[in-house]
């Protein structure tokens, strides 16, 4: 098993936005190079976000799933873990298996569970907040996914409803992102700790405001996308954007 790089965070690199169409078709190379890897990962989380879904539903919950759906996207880059290590032994011209992926990541476990759990809890934050605005607009339980969308569409409160959602959702969404778009594949790329990642990741995101508000807007809209088909998608659109995220990060570090 190959160590992580030096223990330096390297240099911030400008990035423009055409780039993402390249990150994309890269990440669709992995994903076609290791097929069976990259689709078994994503078909666990796929199955993971059918559970969930069946469980709310079957509770009376169901308008909690879109609530539940944009947690998930905020821990996206601790889902997508294994398939930046794939990425990363493709590029490195490693050989890639099951048990190689795994092991690379349990070796750079504590320093990924540190930052997995500061995602953690910006996903439990958003879920409580959104328990909040539930409450606040609907006076009591939230309703059924079916009464909720009627609701949304045709309710007098629907538009304070949707803003309130949306600048909450958004303010955690974009520190989310900000602090882990570049420090999750840099703590298998580099011998780094949790800290020295994030600060990195902020500020190369900083350095690059308009390109990150494009793919940060590109992930979300192709993990939606998966999430739309009954989260069978995920087992493509999941695999899509954590490979490509990782030739993102490449891009802000190499040199």
């Known amino acids: 098993m190959t160590m992580p790089n030096g223990a330096n965070p390297p240099t911030i690199r400008r990035l423009t936005s055409d780039q993402a169409s390249g990150w994309l078709a890269a990440g669709w190379r992995d994903m076609a190079r290791n097929p069976g890897l990259s689709l078994g990962f994503g078909a666990v989380f796929a199955v993971i976000g059918l559970v969930m879904a069946y469980g709310l539903e079957r509770e ?3 308008s909690l799933l879109l609530p539940a759906c944009a947690g998930f996207v905020l821990i996206g880059p601790l889902s997508a873990v294994f398939f930046y290590e794939i990425s990363r032994r493709n590029e490195m011209g490693e050989p890639v298996s099951l048990s190689l992926v795994v092991s690379s990541v349990l070796a750079r476990f504590g320093q990924i569970a540190q930052l997995g759990m500061v995602l ?4 439990m934050a958003w879920l ?3 328990l909040v605005i539930f409450a606040m607009f609907f006076q009591g339980a939230p309703p059924p996914l079916e009464n909720f969308v009627m609701d949304i569409l045709f309710g007098s409160g629907s538009r304070i409803f949707l803003v309130v959602g949306m600048v909450v959702g958004g303010l955690l969404a974009a520190i989310a992102f900000s602090i882990s778009v570049f420090a999750m594949p840099m703590l298998l790329d580099r011998d ?3 800290f020295t990642a994030m600060v990195y990741s902020v500020r190369a995101v900083r350095l690059n405001q308009a ?3 494009g793919w940060g807007a590109t992930i979300a809209i192709i993990t939606f996308f998966g999430m739309g ?3 069978v998608g995920l087992v493509v659109s999941l695999p899509l954007v954590a490979h490509a995220s990782w030739h993102a990060y490449r891009d802000v570090s190499r040199g």
């Open 229 to 231: 088909f009954a989260f």
């Open 192 to 194: 780094v700790g949790a």
């Open 211 to 213: 390109s990150m508000i």
């Open 120 to 123: 953690v809890l910006f996903m």
């Open 128 to 130: 409580l907040s959104g």
């Open 60 to 62: 009376g919950l169901g």
